[in-house]
């Protein structure tokens, strides 16, 4: 990240990401190609998750029996909800490279019953069969168009009984916090995202059929927002 930084100059001027400027390829796929860094990557992920205990607790999973985590990543997240919560089941979605990281964070907090791995792309399907499906630190990654295109594969496999858990920093429109900005400027600098306004995340979850159904604040001025299905899927 340092030396991505590093290319902030000619980053603006070229209008991409100082990674790709640095390294001459995408975070992900510098991710993909070079070995340790999906894991070092992951470690730094976790650390600064201290919120994901918090999201474990401010939804109610009474009578929900299965969470898919999308783009999972380490499976902090899912470990956390599965701890808290002993009748639910997990499933992690990540790319392959990334699924034996998460598999390896699981099996040590909860143990292999109770939990599947899934490789595969989340802007091709989402797995079915869900009451809650995650998205974690995951939108801010994308432009407009990509969220849409991921939204519409998680609300295409939801039911309507089903939400959509989305944590991400939300930047307020009254300027009273900090970490959302600072964190839209790095999310430029790495991979060309960006932090969002409520109204931009409503305008996403409206265009895929989805809408906000309530926002709960978690730690390092993070928050979780619990999306519904908007429409059924024959209405879409």
Avoid at 40 to 55: E, L, P, V, Y
Avoid at 81 to 90: D, T
Avoid at 189 to 200: D, H, I
Wanted: aromatic share 8%; net charge negative; with cysteine.
């Amino acid at each position: 990240f340092y030396q991505a930084w590093g290319s902030i100059v000619p980053a603006i001027t070229a209008g991409e990401p100082g990674f790709r400027q640095a390294f001459g390829k995408s975070l992900p796929e510098y991710l993909a190609v070079t070995p340790g860094a999906g894991a070092k990557f992951q470690r730094t992920m976790n650390a600064g998750g201290s919120f994901f205990a918090d999201a474990a607790s401010v939804f109610d999973f009474a009578g929900r029996r299965t969470v898919v985590d999308v783009a999972g990543g380490g499976g902090l997240l899912l470990g956390n909800v599965l701890r808290a919560h002993p009748h639910l089941r997990g499933i992690l979605f990540d790319l392959p490279h990334i699924i034996p990281l998460g598999e390896r964070q699981l099996a040590e907090m909860v143990g292999t019953e109770r939990t599947e791995e899934i490789a595969g792309s989340m802007f091709e399907r989402v797995p079915r069969g869900a009451d809650v499906y995650m998205l974690s630190r995951v939108l801010q990654d994308w432009d407009d168009t990509d969220c849409v295109r991921l939204l519409t594969n998680c609300r295409a496999v939801m039911a309507d009984s089903a939400r959509l858990l989305i944590i991400e920093r939300v930047v307020p429109e009254d300027g009273s916090a900090l970490l959302p900005l600072l964190w839209d400027l790095h999310l430029l600098m790495m991979v060309g995202g960006r932090e969002r306004t409520l109204p931009g995340y409503r305008s996403l979850l409206d265009r895929a059929g989805l809408r906000l159904e309530t926002v709960h604040p978690l730690a390092l001025e993070t928050s979780l927002l619990v999306a519904a299905p908007a429409t059924t899927l024959g209405q879409m």
